[in-house]
């Protein structure tokens, strides 16, 4: 089965530094993967996707990612946080061929000013 | 972009009641779309599959009598929670894909939640 593990419930980081938050997928196969976000009392929306074409993959509001398969690693970044990027963030993971995401613990990311 | 709507967006119901939530793709035909919850502070949980004409694929552990999940369309997706308890508070929230076979990169796009609180 596929799992998904965000290290870091809780990130906190003040406005204009770097934004790095932590994700490591377990598969067999290299996956599809996701990265959402959720603003207070609102559904996901989704920051950018890896699937299988370029392993850096450029997102919404500045965010990027980078898949590692060596490391199992999808870890967002954003090289100057806003204090508009404060939200709780989900890293996914689907299966080759599927559609079902297994979304991982979340992440809440804080900006100080 | 492509919108899902969900209705309503709060619910408060007496214990017992049963409680319908819609979810509609308004600008896209979704050929699946999916129901997760979500507990204070944690993650979605996937609660069941839904394709329009068919029945629903329900995870393990999620009571099919008890979340009715009907398809009716390729628009509109319901969820009713039957003899609603407290414990079935919750964030409930859909989600719609355009995905065919052959093209499973199709993005999941969610709609804005529902919370229900049973008293």
């Known amino acids: 089965a596929q799992s998904v593990t965000q290290l870091g419930s809780h990130v906190s980081v003040s406005e204009g530094a770097l934004v790095l938050l932590r994700c490591n997928y377990s598969s067999s196969v290299p996956p599809y993967l996701f990265w959402y976000v959720q603003y207070p009392n609102q559904g996901l929306q989704l920051l950018l996707k890896?699937?299988?074409?370029?392993?850096l993959v450029k997102g919404i509001n500045g965010f990027e990612a980078e898949f590692k398969k060596s490391e199992t690693s999808f870890h967002l970044t954003k090289p100057s946080a806003h204090m508009s990027d404060a939200a709780e963030y989900f890293c996914a993971v689907s299966p080759q061929g599927a559609q079902k995401l297994v979304f991982g613990q979340g992440t809440r990311l804080t900006i100080n000013p | 972009g492509a919108v899902v709507s969900q209705h309503p967006s709060r619910v408060i119901c007496k214990s017992g009641t049963s409680v319908k939530i819609e979810c509609r793709s308004l600008d896209f035909q979704a050929t699946t779309m999916f129901w997760y919850r979500q507990f204070p502070k944690q993650s979605l949980m996937l609660m069941a599959t839904?394709?329009?004409?068919?029945?629903?694929?329900?995870e393990q552990g999620v009571e099919k009598d008890k979340f009715l999940i009907n398809h009716a369309s390729l628009t509109l997706s319901t969820l009713t929670v039957t003899s609603a308890h407290p414990e079935d508070s919750s964030f409930y929230i859909c989600?719609?894909?355009?995905?065919?076979?052959?093209?499973?990169?199709?993005?999941?796009?969610f709609g804005p939640g529902t919370r229900l609180t049973v008293l």
């Open positions: 890896y699937t299988s074409a370029a392993t």
């Open positions: 839904s394709n329009e004409g068919s029945k629903a694929t329900y």
């Open positions: 989600s719609a894909t355009l995905a065919r076979p052959g093209n499973p990169t199709d993005t999941q796009y």
